[in-house]
């Protein structure tokens, strides 16, 4: 066995390189951070080759005095902390002091940096070990670092780059995220040449948008919510932001981004009754927390972090968000659901059965004063599927399906939390065949199945019968409904079903009663499933995540005449 022995300084940069510096992004990471903690107005990226021939950061910021240039490249040296109790109550996004040691001992790397009170800048470079003098330089107050053919020294390491056009995607995505963060800093990002992205100051808000387009921000709800020393801040988009990939997610704790188990399922679960099946929410979210509630120094990336009262945070993350996403129409501004020439398109005709439940109302003359309610008072139908309706603003489109859907799933979701779904006794039971293990799961689980408002009994060899079902639900098709539910019980078990699929198992009983398209509705009915809406939470989507109304205001109908032109 060999000797032990003090490896030597290079090699020990180059083993802290790997776990700082994956890859050109990584790099781009920590140079941002260090020109955010600098306190620049101005940040410019300049990159080549997708940042694996350059990558160089120029800000404005406060820069580094001459004789402190050989120190900001030796390891575990900076200005960030001095003290136990400084890591402890950390607010920089930097702060171990081995990121431009780890980056220099892999590249050619180069700084050039002017302080306020210094009479000229000052530039110091290094090559793997080698170490320059600092030398004077022109450069205006701020600092300029330049890191050039990163892996130049370790050829096994340069292997597992990839391609230039994904190292720019990588690339792209972390100046992205250091941007939305620092939305009063402005950014520019330039690639061989060319500017890919300038930003200027601007609000949170704003920089989203700027960012991650306007569609997202027109399909999104503003966050705010304050609690003691926690305040989350943001943009969550509704279901019709939501895509196949988790790409549009953003978190930030202190201006800083990460990925925390902890907050995603505390986001997850808030869109649990919006979004189901593989659906990803978008979002853009920023947590304030006293920074010794929260340590950053975890992992050197430092985008994992753990919360002194876990428990409290995701509660608090949970509850902010599900309040904010679960308005009622009468609730959910105008802008939730409006049509935009970039919008989705009006859903086509749904090929549905006859309906199962009626709304009706008295008919009621409200002074020619009062104030509309705000989905207004039904015009008309379109083709059995769409309610046509005016307020205030304007047109008001509602997919009834879908609509009532919500309506259904979130009655029986209270009578299910009450302890049961109200049931009524059928007057003639719903028989139909059943295959062996169809009869055998009505049986184990009855207990579960009246709970769920259904009654099931063995007709005979092959048959089941259904003797009550859910109030809401009696006048569907309750066989196809029993049918559902047996094959979820047999699939997942009662336990999962009651509790971790509990959502899709009452979209799935809602859509079997929700009245169907091709179904003629009176204006008493229309106006009575609007005035439902209204009051039912989360009713600007349905059970799917699909939207269930829009607003078409006097504005937009006027550009679509040409009016005023």
């Not at 609730?331 to 859903?347: D, F, L, R």
Request: net charge negative; proline share 4%.
């Amino acid at each position: 066995m060999s000797s032990i022995r003090v490896l030597p300084q290079l090699l020990v940069s180059q083993i802290a390189a790997g776990e700082v510096v994956e890859r050109p992004a990584s790099v781009l990471k920590e140079l941002l951070e260090n020109a955010v903690d600098a306190g620049a107005q101005a940040i410019t990226v300049v990159l080549e080759a997708g940042g694996i021939k350059r990558v160089q950061v120029e800000d404005d910021g406060a820069g580094i005095a001459r004789d402190e240039l050989p120190l900001a490249l030796a390891r575990h040296a900076t200005s960030k902390i001095a003290s136990l109790d400084d890591l402890e109550g950390v607010a920089t996004l930097g702060f171990r002091g081995e990121a431009l040691a780890s980056i220099a001992s892999v590249s050619r790397l180069s700084i050039t940096s002017r302080t306020r009170e210094a009479p000229h800048g000052a530039a110091i470079s290094a090559e793997g070990a080698q170490v320059g003098e600092a030398q004077p330089a022109a450069r205006a107050q701020g600092t300029t670092v330049a890191v050039s053919d990163l892996y130049f020294n370790t050829p096994a390491r340069r292997k597992f780059l990839r391609t230039e056009a994904t190292e720019y995607g990588h690339c792209d995505e972390m100046f992205r995220r250091i941007a939305l963060a620092h939305a009063d800093t402005a950014f520019m990002l330039k690639h061989n040449g060319r500017v890919s992205h300038v930003l200027r100051n601007q609000s949170a808000a704003e920089r989203a948008s700027a960012l991650l387009g306007d569609a997202f921000f027109a399909n999104s709800v503003e966050i705010e919510a304050h609690t003691g020393p926690l305040r989350l801040f943001g943009q969550a988009g509704t279901p019709q932001a939501a895509g196949e990939r988790a790409d549009g997610q953003y978190f930030f704790v202190n201006g800083r981004y990460v990925r925390d188990r902890l907050l995603s399922h505390a986001v997850r679960e808030a869109y649990s009754e919006l979004l189901h099946g593989e659906r990803q929410p978008a979002y853009v979210l920023f947590l304030e927390i006293d920074p010794r509630g929260v340590d950053v120094n975890v992992h050197p990336a430092k985008t994992e972090v753990r919360f002194r009262d876990s428990r409290g945070m995701h509660q608090f993350v949970f509850h902010a968000l599900k309040r904010a996403l679960s308005p009622s129409a009468a609730e959910a501004p105008v802008s939730y659901a409006t049509v935009s020439q970039q919008g989705p398109a009006i859903q086509a005709a749904l090929a549905m059965h006859e309906p199962v439940m009626e709304y009706r109302t008295a008919p009621v003359a409200l002074p020619t004063s009062e104030k509309a309610p705000p989905l207004g008072y039904a015009l008309a139908q379109l083709h059995g599927v769409y309610i046509l309706a005016q307020n205030e603003a304007g047109l008001v489109l509602v997919d009834m399906h879908a609509a009532h859907e919500r309506i259904l799933m979130e009655k029986m979701k209270l009578g299910l939390d009450a302890g049961a779904i109200e049931r009524q006794s059928l007057l003639v039971p719903a028989v139909f065949r059943a295959e062996a293990l169809e009869v055998a799961t009505a049986e184990e689980n009855s207990a579960a199945l009246e709970r769920l408002g259904l009654e099931l009994t063995v007709a005979g060899p092959n048959e089941l019968a259904v003797r009550a079902a859910p109030a809401l639900l009696a006048g569907g098709d309750v066989a196809a409904l029993a049918r559902s539910l047996l094959a979820e019980l047999r699939e997942f078990g009662a336990a999962q079903v009651l509790a971790a699929r509990q959502n899709e198992l009452l979209a799935t009983m809602a859509c079997h009663a929700a009245v169907r398209a091709n179904r003629i509705l009176s204006l008493h009915e229309m106006n009575a499933l609007l005035r439902e809406m209204e009051e039912t939470e989360r009713s600007g989507s349905c059970n799917h995540g699909r939207p269930t109304w829009y607003q078409l205001s006097m504005a937009d109908l006027d550009k679509l005449f040409l009016r005023g032109r």
